[in-house]
């Protein structure tokens, strides 16, 4: 897995040493001497990771961090602060800031290599994720892409600790305090249950069970749709480096080691929820996309973007499998005169009324999508042309049957509908003619005085 890894110290001699190990692991590997330096670098061009010295003229590291973590355009890479410093207090000074994590000099090789390879695959994550926001060029998109700021996300939080020692359980509970919802699990098995069913916003998993692998548990989570994302705080012991890091590879993406700093503790879990809450936003943002692109924003039904896409799956499948399908093309009679007595208000008013009436009188495996303007298609599977004849007639005569309000002062208006119905055709058909068939059947209906359902030619 390759990278572009930016590597921040005023000693050479440290980046060169940074830069061998790095190289060797096949990253690219830029260094600046500076803070100033590195945002600049951060600025102009992608980064994946930083590993950022925090003793430094100037810019410290802490300084650097906190600049990096509050713009929207280099909030999401992940930071590592390299550092001489082995105070608690430092560490969780450059964790307030956002930093991601915090090796201390001399760094060891395996903690750094894992460390950088679990960062490297959130980061690829993210930047997949902040892709498919930009390119909608949504109103507001700056906001959907700012980090969370730092002391955001823990106070509602809800948290899932597996550990069976009761000492331990009780200590991370006392951490905690009331700085979110704590649901305790002894049982590896059954927590692993919990993960998937409870609504979580993080896991903590001990790392010594008496007779189970904790490991297994995160190898399953991450392979499960529903909890691939959400963070898991490894609790280890002193001593248990290889496992620390054979939990890295597998996506966990923290850990701490005992005795618990409570400070350390809460400023991690700040930093693990912070980023689920950056990320959920962005697939919130991915999926409200989606549903723009293939949803008509008046009616809420489907579009034609959407439409043409199914309907040519949904024309297939039926071929296939020789399974009716039919096609019912809809147009509500002189909207224009209701335009131009009402207003487009009110002739939003009824396209909106039309459309819910619709929905009361289709199912849901039929598709009903806003074509254009006043023309409406539902596309009805496994629906034989007999069949859609009666459907059609019972929508019609929904229509008929009851005036549209076109204003909150009670105005309202009779409306019709003239439909034309097309079936797939046992042999030599296509969507292109299917579609051909229903626009003629609806020409036929209009030309035949309206408010009519007409069945295109077999």
């Known amino acids: 897995m390759t990278a572009r890894i930016l590597v921040v110290d005023d000693v050479p001699a440290n980046v060169k040493l940074l830069e061998a190990r790095l190289s060797a692991e096949?990253?690219?590997?830029?260094?600046?001497?500076?803070?100033?330096?590195?945002?600049?670098?951060?600025d102009t061009s992608n980064v994946d990771v930083i590993l950022l010295d925090v003793m430094m003229p100037g810019l410290d590291g802490f300084e650097v961090c906190r600049r990096l973590k509050t713009s929207p355009s280099t909030a999401h890479i992940p930071v590592i602060l390299v550092t001489a410093l082995d105070q608690d207090s430092d560490r969780i000074t450059g964790l307030n800031f956002g930093a991601d994590d915090f090796l201390t000099k001399p760094v060891n090789d395996l903690q750094l290599l894992a460390r950088v390879k679990s960062l490297v695959r959130l980061k690829n994550?993210?930047?997949?994720?902040?892709l498919r926001?930009?390119?909608?060029?949504?109103?507001?998109?700056?906001?959907?892409?700012?980090?969370?700021?730092?002391?955001?996300?823990?106070?509602?939080?809800?948290?899932?600790?597996?550990?069976?020692?009761?000492?331990?359980?009780?200590?991370?509970?006392?951490?905690?305090?009331?700085?979110?919802?704590?649901?305790?699990?002894t049982d590896p098995q059954m927590g692993f249950i919990d993960a998937i069913q409870g609504n979580h916003d993080c896991l903590i998993i001990a790392s010594n069970f008496a007779a189970f692998d904790p490991l297994r548990i995160c190898?399953?989570?991450?392979?499960?749709?529903?909890?691939?994302?959400?963070?898991?705080?490894?609790?280890?012991?002193?001593?248990?480096?290889?496992?620390?890091?054979?939990?890295?590879?597998?996506?966990?993406?923290?850990?701490?080691?005992?005795?618990?700093?409570?400070?350390?503790?809460?400023?991690?879990?700040?930093?693990?929820?912070?980023?689920?809450?950056?990320?959920?936003?962005?697939?919130?943002?991915?999926v409200k996309t989606y549903e723009l692109a293939v949803t008509d924003s008046?009616?809420?039904?489907?579009?034609?973007?959407?439409?043409?896409?199914?309907?040519?799956?949904?024309?297939?499948?039926?071929?296939?499998?020789?399974?009716?399908?039919?096609?019912?093309?809809?147009?509500?009679?002189?909207?224009?005169?209701?335009?131009?007595?009402?207003?487009?208000?009110?002739?939003?008013?009824?396209?909106?009324?039309?459309?819910?009436?619709?929905?009361?009188?289709?199912?849901?495996?039929?598709?009903?999508?806003?074509?254009?303007?006043?023309?409406?298609?539902?596309?009805?599977?496994?629906?034989?042309?007999?069949?859609?004849?009666?459907?059609?007639?019972?929508?019609?005569?929904?229509?008929?049957?009851?005036?549209?309000?076109?204003?909150q002062l009670g105005t309202s208006v009779p409306v019709t509908i003239s439909i034309g119905i097309a079936s797939v055709m046992p042999k030599d058909d296509n969507v292109q003619s299917l579609l051909k068939r229903a626009d003629e059947a609806l020409y036929g209906a209009k030309a035949s005085g309206r408010n009519k359902v007409v069945s295109a030619a077999a």
Request: glycine share 6%; charged share 30%.
């Open 298 to 407: 008046l009616t809420g039904l489907h579009n034609r973007l959407y439409l043409e896409t199914h309907l040519a799956t949904l024309f297939k499948r039926a071929v296939d499998r020789q399974r009716p399908l039919s096609i019912l093309m809809t147009d509500i009679d002189r909207f224009k005169l209701i335009n131009d007595t009402h207003g487009h208000d009110g002739g939003d008013e009824v396209l909106r009324e039309f459309a819910r009436r619709l929905r009361r009188n289709v199912r849901g495996s039929d598709l009903a999508s806003r074509y254009g303007g006043e023309e409406f298609f539902i596309v009805m599977p496994d629906t034989d042309a007999a069949l859609a004849a009666i459907v059609a007639e019972r929508i019609r005569r929904e229509v008929a049957s009851t005036p549209f309000a076109v204003n």
């Open 219 to 286: 190898a399953q989570l991450r392979s499960l749709d529903n909890t691939r994302s959400l963070p898991i705080v490894l609790v280890a012991d002193q001593g248990e480096e290889t496992l620390i890091r054979r939990a890295l590879e597998l996506g966990v993406n923290d850990y701490l080691i005992r005795p618990l700093n409570p400070n350390e503790l809460l400023a991690r879990l700040r930093t693990q929820l912070r980023r689920k809450a950056y990320h959920d936003g962005l697939r919130a943002s991915v």
């Open 125 to 130: 994550l993210t930047d997949e994720l902040r």
């Open 133 to 185: 926001v930009a390119t909608t060029r949504d109103v507001g998109l700056e906001s959907i892409l700012r980090f969370p700021a730092g002391g955001e996300g823990l106070k509602n939080a809800r948290i899932l600790l597996i550990d069976e020692r009761p000492e331990s359980v009780e200590r991370i509970r006392r951490i905690l305090g009331d700085q979110g919802s704590v649901d305790v699990q």
């Open 26 to 42: 096949y990253y690219e590997v830029v260094t600046a001497s500076d803070g100033y330096e590195a945002l600049e670098i951060c």
